[in-house]
């Protein structure tokens, strides 16, 4: 079995990006956080679902390449989750549709469980438990981390991320919420404003990075990568913002979540 010191659990997807684009890319919460992880030189394991089918094994292949720990993978009876991105007239964003598929229900096995135990820190994305994960990894002792955009619930969290908009006083106040709620540290960020983290006493703040922008798809996820692991080197709170801002800022100027070849839709649909 590979060694590892950081993991990821919960969802994976595939991103179709719908005409005029007509391409699609891998993604999901903790896959992108596991791979820019594996990207900042920690070891790092994912722990997900995924169909047997085509693009489930695209996601393996994937997972592989970019140097994941791929032992704690289930292969389930379903489909691999995927995304329809469609966007409006101005050019944003718009989630049309997901489907969790096999990220539907999943829950690691009680001896993955134990090995999570183990582990310097476990980030865990959209996750359908109910917290039961979190928290059995915060009694044991782990350090954790959750975007709560992704799943409600700062309690027992060693860093809770979320993203309050850029409306002024709004992302201080949902960080001071996130530590009455029982986070340790609380990161937000803020749109143009850039982002700030709180341990409940002193604030640290900074603004974003001007880049180009190609695709903002998984920057947010680039942003907790690079937040987390500064916090793991000891690094103080103001460089672990500037680290994840810095690494998600080149996310944004590359299509998708994570340097990949993207695929045409109608190559690899299997529904």
């Known amino acids: ?25 891998i993604g999901g919460n903790a896959v992108n956080v596991a791979v820019h992880l594996r990207k900042h030189g920690l070891k790092t394991a994912y722990f997900g679902a995924v169909g047997p089918d085509a693009d489930g094994n695209r996601m393996l292949d994937c997972f592989g390449e970019n140097g994941l720990v791929v032992d704690h993978i289930q292969m389930r009876d379903g489909v691999t989750a995927y995304t329809e991105i469609e966007f409006d007239q101005g050019g944003d964003r718009i989630f049309a ?7 539907r229900g999943y829950r690691p096995t009680e001896e993955e469980v134990q090995i999570l135990f183990r582990m310097r820190h476990v980030h865990i994305g959209w996750f359908d438990d109910g917290g039961v994960l ?35 006083g ?8 996130l530590i009455t709620e029982g986070a340790a540290l609380a ?34 996820d680039t942003f907790i ?5 500064a916090h793991l080197k000891g690094k103080p709170h103001q460089e672990c913002l500037e680290a994840g801002r810095d690494a998600a800022a080149v996310t944004c100027t590359h299509f998708g979540g994570f340097p990949q070849t993207p695929m045409a839709i109608k190559a690899h649909l299997s529904t």
């Not at 960020?189 to 903002?216: C, F, K, M, Y």
């Open 134 to 168: 979190r928290r059995r990894l915060h009694a044991a002792g782990v350090s954790v981390s959750q975007d709560i955009t992704v799943n409600p619930g700062a309690e027992g969290l060693a860093i809770a991320f979320a993203s309050a908009g850029s409306e002024p």
């Open 97 to 103: 549709f997901e489907e969790f598929g096999v990220c």
């Open 1 to 25: 079995m590979a060694e590892f010191e950081v993991a990821t659990v919960g969802d994976n997807c595939i991103d179709r990006f719908m005409p005029p684009v007509g391409l699609s890319a």
């Open 225 to 229: 990568a690079g937040f987390i692991a």
């Open 187 to 220: 990161v937000v960020t803020r749109g143009a404003q850039g982002s700030l983290v709180t341990d409940g006493n002193v604030v640290a703040e900074t603004g974003i990075r001007p880049v180009e922008v190609s695709d903002t798809t998984g920057a947010g």
């Open 170 to 177: 709004a992302a201080i106040e949902l960080a001071r919420q």
